[in-house]
C-alpha cells in the first residue's frame, strides 16, 4: 500500500489528500515543454499580427507568457485541452506513485478520465479567478454517485499569493449542490458563497512533483493571483473508479475505456489515446 491508514482515513473524511512528490520531476519537465510549445504558437500569431515585436525565445517558462503576450493571453482561452493532448499529458497520468493511490483509493482497476485543463493563470487576471465549485457541477447529477478523483499538479511552486487551490474538508459528503454561471469573464460555473462553511477551507501551498487529490464532489476554487511576475502553471487530470458513470463530458466512443492499469484488461496505448484528440 502507498496511502498510509492516516491517508486513506483523511481521503474519506474530508475528500482531499495533499500527495508530497507524487510524481518525478522529468515528468512534471515533460509537461511544461509541452505547453511552452503551445506558448510558442500564441506568441507566434501575436507576432504574425503585429501585436508583439520582441518573441521572448530566451525567456523561462514561467515568465514568458505574461512578459510577451500580457493581457493579449486572454484570446486563448482561460484553459486549455485538444490543444496540449501530447504525449507528455498521457505519461502523467501514469506517473507513479500516482497511479498507485488512485487505484488504492477507486479500489478497482485505474481508469483514464477525459477531462484535464492546462492553466496558466496570470497575475490579477480576472479571466482565470475560478470560484467555489463540484466537479460534478460540471460531470451532471449522473456523476454524483460516481467517484471521478481529480489531481491539481502545479507545475510552478504555488502559494495563497499566486493562486494555489483551497478546498472544503468534508464537502465531499453534502452530495451534489447547484451551480449556476455569473455575469463573470471565466463564465466558471458555481455555487452559492453562502453554502461555504468557512470553518472548514483548507489552502494547499504545494512544491512541484506534489498532487492534490480531490473528489469530485469536494468544493474547491484558486483565488485571484497577485503576485506581478510569473505565472501559476498548472494541470489538472480525472481518473474514474472502473463501471461509473463518468458524466456527461465523456469519450464521444461509448465503448472507449481508457486503461491506464489492469491486472485483466490492455493497457490502452499512446497511440489509441491520442486518436481521441
Ligand atoms: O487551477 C485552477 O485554477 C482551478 C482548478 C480547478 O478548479 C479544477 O481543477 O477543477
Given at each position: 500500500m502507498i496511502l498510509s491508514e492516516e491517508q486513506a482515513k483523511q481521503w474519506e473524511e474530508d475528500g482531499y489528500l495533499l500527495l508530497k512528490q507524487a510524481i518525478s520531476l522529468p515528468i512534471i519537465e515533460g509537461v511544461r515543454q509541452l505547453f511552452s510549445k503551445m506558448v510558442d504558437r500564441i506568441i507566434s500569431e501575436l507576432k504574425s499580427e503585429g501585436l508583439v515585436e520582441d518573441e521572448g525565445k530566451n525567456l523561462p517558462f514561467e515568465t514568458r507568457l505574461l512578459k510577451v503576450a500580457g493581457t493579449h493571453a486572454n484570446r486563448f482561452g482561460r484553459s486549455w485541452r485538444n490543444q496540449v493532448a501530447g504525449k507528455a499529458v498521457y505519461e502523467l497520468h501514469h506517473a507513479e506513485p500516482l497511479v498507485t493511490a488512485i487505484g488504492e483509493i477507486t479500489g478497482t482497476d485505474v481508469i483514464g478520465h477525459?477531462?484535464?485543463?492546462?492553466?496558466?493563470?496570470?497575475?490579477?487576471?480576472?479571466?482565470?479567478?475560478?470560484?467555489w465549485h463540484q466537479d460534478s457541477g460540471y460531470f451532471g447529477a449522473q456523476s454524483e454517485s460516481a467517484l471521478i478523483?481529480?489531481?491539481?499538479?502545479?507545475?510552478?511552486p504555488v502559494d495563497e499569493t499566486n493562486g494555489c487551490l483551497q478546498v472544503v474538508a468534508g464537502s465531499h459528503k453534502i452530495g451534489l449542490l447547484n451551480h449556476h454561471t455569473e455575469d463573470r469573464e471565466g463564465q466558471f460555473l458555481e455555487i452559492l458563497d453562502s453554502l461555504i462553511d468557512e470553518s472548514q477551507i483548507i489552502t494547499c501551498p504545494m512544491e512541484m512533483g506534489d498532487a492534490l487529490l480531490f473528489h469530485n464532489l469536494t468544493l474547491h476554487r484558486s483565488t485571484v493571483h497577485t503576485t506581478s511576475n510569473m505565472i501559476r502553471w498548472a494541470i489538472d487530470i480525472r481518473y474514474v473508479r472502473d463501471d461509473d458513470d463518468a458524466g456527461a463530458i465523456y469519450w464521444k466512443d461509448p465503448d472507449f475505456k481508457w486503461v491506464i492499469r489492469s491486472q485483466t484488461k490492455p493497457i490502452t496505448p499512446l497511440d489509441a489515446w491520442l486518436a481521441k484528440w
Amino acid at each position: 500500500m502507498i496511502l498510509s491508514e492516516e491517508q486513506a482515513k483523511q481521503w474519506e473524511e474530508d475528500g482531499y489528500l495533499l500527495l508530497k512528490q507524487a510524481i518525478s520531476l522529468p515528468i512534471i519537465e515533460g509537461v511544461r515543454q509541452l505547453f511552452s510549445k503551445m506558448v510558442d504558437r500564441i506568441i507566434s500569431e501575436l507576432k504574425s499580427e503585429g501585436l508583439v515585436e520582441d518573441e521572448g525565445k530566451n525567456l523561462p517558462f514561467e515568465t514568458r507568457l505574461l512578459k510577451v503576450a500580457g493581457t493579449h493571453a486572454n484570446r486563448f482561452g482561460r484553459s486549455w485541452r485538444n490543444q496540449v493532448a501530447g504525449k507528455a499529458v498521457y505519461e502523467l497520468h501514469h506517473a507513479e506513485p500516482l497511479v498507485t493511490a488512485i487505484g488504492e483509493i477507486t479500489g478497482t482497476d485505474v481508469i483514464g478520465h477525459p477531462v484535464f485543463n492546462a492553466r496558466p493563470k496570470l497575475p490579477n487576471q480576472q479571466l482565470t479567478v475560478v470560484p467555489w465549485h463540484q466537479d460534478s457541477g460540471y460531470f451532471g447529477a449522473q456523476s454524483e454517485s460516481a467517484l471521478i478523483p481529480a489531481a491539481w499538479i502545479p507545475l510552478v511552486p504555488v502559494d495563497e499569493t499566486n493562486g494555489c487551490l483551497q478546498v472544503v474538508a468534508g464537502s465531499h459528503k453534502i452530495g451534489l449542490l447547484n451551480h449556476h454561471t455569473e455575469d463573470r469573464e471565466g463564465q466558471f460555473l458555481e455555487i452559492l458563497d453562502s453554502l461555504i462553511d468557512e470553518s472548514q477551507i483548507i489552502t494547499c501551498p504545494m512544491e512541484m512533483g506534489d498532487a492534490l487529490l480531490f473528489h469530485n464532489l469536494t468544493l474547491h476554487r484558486s483565488t485571484v493571483h497577485t503576485t506581478s511576475n510569473m505565472i501559476r502553471w498548472a494541470i489538472d487530470i480525472r481518473y474514474v473508479r472502473d463501471d461509473d458513470d463518468a458524466g456527461a463530458i465523456y469519450w464521444k466512443d461509448p465503448d472507449f475505456k481508457w486503461v491506464i492499469r489492469s491486472q485483466t484488461k490492455p493497457i490502452t496505448p499512446l497511440d489509441a489515446w491520442l486518436a481521441k484528440w
